[in-house]
């Protein structure tokens, strides 16, 4: 939980809290539910501030991509005591960019200083895996910072980017990933589809610096990929081999 993530996309994890409560149907096969019930290091219903690894910025020299939170949602309601905490730690660290994802984004706006709205620094995102959660996407336009992403992952259904076109452009950055699991016992994976995958790069390109992540563990199967989840780019299909990040 912190240096050289496992996450494709960043550098290091940095978790204000611990535990989180779903929104929808995206959050079903949660990882963090999966992870901490499986280990039972903490109940992942109860939302609580890390200690140990609250300053984790700071500690970290190098300038770092770090993604905030992986355990939690920073804009949880039982995050507004201690949120401030963690803006002014990213304050002391303009060396480091800082990639929050949020399954919350109509909170951002109001729960955000404008002074961190406003950082070059820090990228604002939200996670959408299907075709109900695209409200979020609009919810996230609304922010007025300087970067905007989307996570289409698990992405487990089509979504469909009918957007008007400035729109389009704001999203700066997507990321994209199929669903990985077990095939047994609560946490499971549902299947995702190439067509969907395309469509979105398709929609997205080339106004959105696009990163494939995964294809998920139905692919990886279907395929009989050497990584169980498909999460290594070699093994891509050629035309999906792409991993960039927003200039």
Not at 17 to 36: H, L, P, W
């Amino acid at each position: 939980m912190g240096f050289n993530s496992d996450i494709q996309w960043t550098d290091a994890t940095w978790n204000i809290a611990r535990g989180c409560t779903k929104v929808d149907e995206d959050c079903r096969f949660c990882y963090m539910y999966r992870d901490s019930f499986g280990g039972k290091r903490f109940n992942p219903l109860s939302v609580t501030k890390t200690k140990t690894v609250f300053d984790l910025p700071l500690r970290i020299k190098e300038p770092s991509k770090i993604f905030m939170s992986s355990l939690t949602d920073v804009y949880h309601t039982d995050c507004d005591s201690f949120r401030d905490e963690a803006f002014d730690i990213i304050r002391k660290c303009p060396q480091h960019t800082f990639q929050i994802l949020t399954k919350r984004p109509e909170r951002i706006t109001e729960q955000t200083p404008k002074d961190i709205l406003e950082m070059k620094n820090i990228w604002f995102g939200t996670s959408v895996g299907a075709e109900k959660g695209k409200h979020r996407i609009i919810d996230l336009l609304e922010v007025d910072c300087r970067t905007h992403f989307v996570s289409f992952e698990p992405l487990h259904g089509r979504v469909d980017m009918n957007l008007d076109l400035a729109d389009l452009r704001r999203i700066d950055w997507a990321i994209i990933g199929g669903e990985s699991g077990n095939e047994t016992g609560l946490y499971r994976y549902r299947p995702c589809s190439f067509d969907w995958i395309r469509e979105l790069v398709a929609d997205l390109t080339p106004t959105t610096a696009i990163f494939i992540k995964q294809l998920g563990t139905h692919l990886a199967k279907e395929m009989k990929l050497k990584h169980r989840h498909g999460g290594d780019i070699s093994e891509f299909p050629q035309d999906l081999q792409v991993r960039e990040f927003p200039k």
